[in-house]
């Protein structure tokens, strides 16, 4: 997949999620292998024009990253088009407008998927963001405020218009939140209705599931979300770098152990902050102790506990057949014409 100068390869993208997807979590999945795209957690483009510099020093992307997207939201075109400039000035390589998050304190500021019940908005906020930067911009839609109300296939023709690159599709609507079955049948009419590329988003846990939503819906793309969490070895699996099924504990907790180790080195909260979230981050690797990892206190403490588990063996150690080293960054220049070899 192509996006801007950027070739995606393979074509999966990590979903941003709060509380989840900050670096160390993203650079863990690009280690493990097979992740085309990261994406940071979502960030305020409210937050960036009122107390620009506390939001600034929750940063924790790095141009270094590419290809990757910083993940903004907000329903005001001109806080949004700042939020833009900003992000790309401190080394975003892509921008993503957040339109799908359904959780209510977003929704009532006017932000993600209460976009999709005014298109006209939404489409001035793509707009604006368009204009106000020179990086690649892609939208994460889902398919309306509710099942009977779809509007994700108007607003992609309308943001293809504006100059979005990609659009990432979670088949339900807002209303539902994740609960319900997802309805991939939306992902087939916003392929059918653009030509740029399409991420299917919604329930995939397994290559099987992936590859039957491509060929139900024609999607060049697969975002991955919750499925991905407490086992970021989905995407090394999917693309035949690591076995199928679930890894031995002393694997898992080796792996677990690295996540601990990069947020050691990329995490900007203090030990205080990021230890507590880390505690609901590892217990999701179902090592047998979650007691044990929710009353974390200290990166020391979570250390020898993950060590014991995984016998003292660190990632590094366990890579052999698990892993292959992390292909380099494809970019072009803009004058060129990218093309991603199709895999055999």
């Known amino acids: ?40 957690e979502l960030v305020s483009s409210q937050a960036l024009e009122y107390s620009r510099q506390r939001a600034m020093s929750f940063f924790d992307f790095d141009a270094s990253e590419a290809p990757m997207a910083v993940q903004l939201f907000g329903g005001d075109p001109q806080t949004m088009a700042e939020a833009a400039r900003l992000v790309v000035e401190l080394g975003a ?18 932000g993600g998927a209460a976009l999709l019940g005014d298109l ?52 339900r609507s807002a209303e539902q939140g994740f609960a319900g079955l997802p309805d991939w049948s939306v992902i087939a009419r916003v392929r059918q209705a653009v030509s740029i590329p399409v991420f299917g988003n919604g329930d995939l846990t397994t290559l099987a599931e992936a590859r039957q939503m491509q060929q139900q819906t024609g999607c060049q793309g697969w975002m991955v979300g919750r ?8 995407f090394g699996q999917w693309a035949g770098l690591l076995p ?17 180790e990069l947020t050691e080195q990329f995490s900007p909260l203090t030990e205080f902050k990021a230890v507590r979230e880390l505690r609901g981050q590892l217990s999701r690797y179902d090592l047998g102790v979650r007691d044990s990892l929710v009353r974390l206190e200290s990166y020391g403490q979570a250390r020898r506990l993950l060590e014991r588990l995984s016998g003292g063996v660190g990632l590094q150690d366990l890579r052999g057949n698990w892993r292959l080293p992390r292909p380099p960054v494809q970019e072009f220049a803009a004058t060129e014409q990218p093309q991603c070899p199709v895999p055999p």
């Open 244 to 260: 199928e099924g679930v890894p031995p504990l002393e694997w898992r907790a080796g792996v677990a152990l690295r996540h601990l």
């Open 93 to 110: 390589p892509m921008v993503d407008i957040n339109m799908g998050c359904w959780v209510p304190k977003v929704v009532k500021k006017g």
């Open 227 to 234: 499925a991905a969490l407490g086992a970021p070895w989905i």
């Open 1 to 40: 997949m192509i996006i801007g100068s950027y070739c995606i390869k393979p074509a999966t993208y990590l979903a941003p999620m709060a509380g989840h997807t900050n670096r160390a979590f993203r650079e863990l999945c690009r280690e493990l292998g097979g992740v085309g795209l990261v994406c940071t």
């Open 120 to 171: 006209c908005q939404a489409t001035a906020v793509v707009e604006a963001v368009c204009q106000a930067v020179q990086v690649p911009v892609t939208v994460k839609v889902r398919s309306g405020l509710t099942a009977a109300q779809e509007t994700a296939v108007p607003f992609a023709r309308a943001a293809e218009q504006c100059g979005v690159r990609a659009i990432s599709v979670h088949a």
